[in-house]
């Protein structure tokens, strides 16, 4: 069957040409390891509290700082659930929105330069700088308001360059809602709204008359954007109380007052500072810091690049310049422009005392970056050489995509690290004491916040929440830094803490310790009375390790069993697996269970990369006279001094036989 001739033309048009090199490149951009990100940071206790109270506890949770929010969480929960892939798809979705709508309020402004804002929108879809995409859960809000900000801004161009009366009603209305949604989402995107009346202070400018005629229209035509947004602006700033500090204008405007020209000039030299990290560092510093981690991000980044130079080959006549250098006027516009737009969008985040870092603040990059790439695309094009245009470009388009690969292997693999943790825990413990204070070691992910640790726990241990009236977890956490480590010495009290509606009641005297000191470690319950470490175990956790209960560990509870959705599928049953069941053996007294799993492991020629996870084999052989073993066991153990004299202490505590406690003296006690 033919296709009609309207849709064979728009299959041939530059704009579908244009919608379609985007969607490509951003798709092997971001979507290769999408299906193996996990929950992350804040995912955790948005999620839990969702599977405790349903989707509406969002209003709880965002009313004290964003609560717009809620409107994106509510139905994002209420279509995918529990399951991260659905919102990092969703996510991807949103971001890649907000680079067409980008490239549509580019086009309107400058409609010559096709392909000069194709590079524009281009770049600004797969900046480098902005690296919390695989985290979908938390940050679909800001993909959400980053759409819905570039749509709004393209609307306004629409309001003016319309002749209908209803297309410029219907553009000046939408354009306004989804102001009010992004602000509402985002406050530190305010600095979009002084790119909106920039973009109407350029078209004024091509109008004939002096400058204070033009400024005077510009303002006239802006003002009803701002009549329509004040109402909402007055209330998000000046009416709404957050109760959060990071969100709190006042709060944190508050230290100004004490010393004004400290901070002017403090806020100044970071004003700088972000602006060179925005367009400049950006394209280096998260390269240099995630590239060389992974194994498989040159393959996977170079099978992108080389679908977007295809890209370059199919569309050849899109890609030629024509009207480019004959009015060099829309680079000056793109220069001031961006440059405006870009301090205006970094000042809410400067006067708050926030900066961009990478990769921990890298999300105060994402409106600044609509301003950043007018500029670099517009010093490229300054260049009279086509060709070296280009390949500066493509090398741009190169940076980005390693760097975005190399970000998702990241999150990928620190997804993988976690859930084997805590399918370990799962076959290690069947329960946990109600009431329960963890401290974990993660091999390769940090303990920023407790819910990072009680998060994972109460997914398995007590999915459905332990209060009728809010969200309060079975089991708490605490993160171990000097404090806590001041607070478990010193034997200090229970501690409540509400935090966006959820309630926990950290006990410094009733610790469990869980640890994996590296990923070739398996997860090891410390037990305080007889406590056994790793050669790699922190320094940390050897120093509270003697206040970790074991009994907190539920031993005769039937198994929990991690969900699928969040934890992803069981692991095999390596080494591990038999570890956690002999430790789980030890800890009841069952020898003989640990004896057969010893044998059983044997059989499989299966062995631990870390030494001290000998230890339980190693005493139920001791216990049963097997000299042979406890012989054949020593020379993995004793090597290094620190595990043997830990073997030797375990062991001679033990109710041995005589000739076995000579034995045990001769392999593990006396130095080699």
């Known amino acids: ?56 506890i969002f209003r709880e949770i965002f009313g004290g700082d964003r609560p717009l929010r809620a ?32 490239l549509w309020m580019l086009r309107l402004l400058w409609p010559k330069q096709r392909v000069a804002t194709l590079w524009m929108a ?55 809602l989804l102001a009010w949604l992004y602000l509402g989402l985002v406050e530190y995107f305010i600095g979009v709204e002084v790119l909106r009346f920039l973009l109407i202070l350029t078209l004024a400018l091509r109008v004939q008359g002096n400058w204070l005629t033009k ?16 109402p909402f602006l007055v209330w998000r700033f000046f009416i709404f109380e957050s109760e959060r500090g990071a969100t709190d204008i006042g709060m944190q405007l508050s230290g100004f007052i004490s010393n004004p020209p400290y901070h002017l000039a403090l806020w100044f030299l970071r004003l700088l500072e972000d602006v060179f990290n925005i367009i400049l560092a950006a394209w280096a510093v998260p390269f240099y810091q995630l590239f060389y981690r992974t194994e498989s991000k040159l393959l996977i980044g170079t099978v992108a690049l080389a679908l977007f130079l295809i890209a370059l ?39 708050v005392n926030r900066q961009v870092s990478f990769p921990a603040f890298s999300r105060y990059t994402l409106a600044g970056s609509l301003g950043a790439m007018m500029i670099l695309v517009a010093l490229l094009y300054a260049l009279k050489d086509q060709r070296i245009r280009l390949v500066l470009l493509s090398g741009l388009v190169m940076v980005a995509t390693l760097t975005h690969t190399a970000n998702a292997a990241k999150f990928a693999a620190e997804t993988k690290a976690l859930n084997d943790f805590w399918w370990q825990v799962s076959w290690r413990i069947p329960q946990l004491w109600k009431g329960t204070t963890l401290v974990v070691n993660y091999p390769l992910v940090g303990t920023e916040e407790d819910y990072f640790i009680w998060g994972p726990a109460n997914q398995i241990y007590y999915p459905e ?34 935090r966006r509606g959820i309630g926990t009641y950290r006990n410094y005297r009733n610790i469990l310790i869980l640890t994996q000191p590296t990923l070739k470690s398996c997860v090891q319950v410390i037990d ?11 320094e940390t956790i050897m120093l509270v390790g003697p206040y970790s209960e074991a009994e907190h560990v539920l031993m005769e509870e039937s198994f929990h069993v991690p969900p699928e959705t969040i934890f992803g599928p069981e692991p095999a049953h390596a080494w591990c697996y038999f570890y956690q069941k002999a430790a789980l053996a030890r800890q009841r007294g069952d020898w003989e269970l640990v004896r057969a799993l010893d044998a059983e492991t044997s059989r499989k020629g299966i062995v631990p990369k870390d030494s001290i996870e000998w230890m339980p084999f190693l005493q139920a052989s001791a216990l049963s006279g097997d000299s042979a073993r406890v012989a054949e066991i020593a020379p993995s153990m004793t090597p290094n001094p620190f595990i043997a004299q830990q073997a030797c202490q375990i062991l001679t505590g033990m109710d041995l036989a005589p000739e076995m406690r000579a034995l045990v003296e001769e392999l593990y006690c006396l130095p080699q």
């Not at 048009?13 to 969607?23: K, M, P, R």
């Not at 004959?326 to 220069?335: D, F, K, M, S, T």
């Open 465 to 498: 929440g332990t209060n009728e009236e809010f969200v309060q977890p079975g089991v708490y956490a605490t993160v171990l830094n000097h404090d806590a480590v001041i607070n478990i010495l010193t034997r200090q009290r229970q501690e409540f803490d509400s």
């Open 215 to 230: 400024t005077r229209r510009a303002v006239w035509r802006g003002l009803p954007f701002l009549l329509a947004s004040l």
């Open 313 to 351: 080959v199919l569309f050849p006549r899109h890609w030629r310049e024509k009207d480019t250098e004959e009015n060099p006027r829309w680079r000056c516009e793109a220069l001031w422009l961006g440059a405006f737009s870009l301090v205006a969008c970094q000042l809410p985040i400067v006067l």
């Open 71 to 102: 409107l994106v969480m509510i139905p994002a929960y209420m279509a995918f659930g529990d399951n991260p892939l659905y919102y990092n798809l969703s996510a991807y979705f949103f971001r890649l929105l907000s680079g067409l709508g980008f």
């Open 1 to 56: 069957m033919e296709l009609p001739v309207k849709f064979k033309n728009l299959l041939r048009s530059e704009n579908f040409a244009a919608i379609a090199l985007l969607g490509v490149v951003s798709a092997f951009v971001y979507l290769p390891l999408a299906g193996k990100f996990g929950y992350t940071h804040d995912d955790w206790y948005l999620m839990y509290a969702a599977r405790v109270k349903g989707p509406l």
């Open 122 to 176: 281009l770049l600004f879809l797969i900046y480098p700088g902005f690296l919390s995409q695989p985290n979908g859960i938390d940050y679909q809000s800001q993909m959400v308001a980053l759409a819905a900000a570039t749509f709004s801004l393209a609307l306004t161009l629409k309001v003016f360059l319309s002749s209908g009366v209803f297309a410029r009603a219907s553009s000046f209305t939408l354009s306004v």
């Open 528 to 538: 305080g009375l007889q406590p056994a470490y790793s050669a790699a175990e922190d």
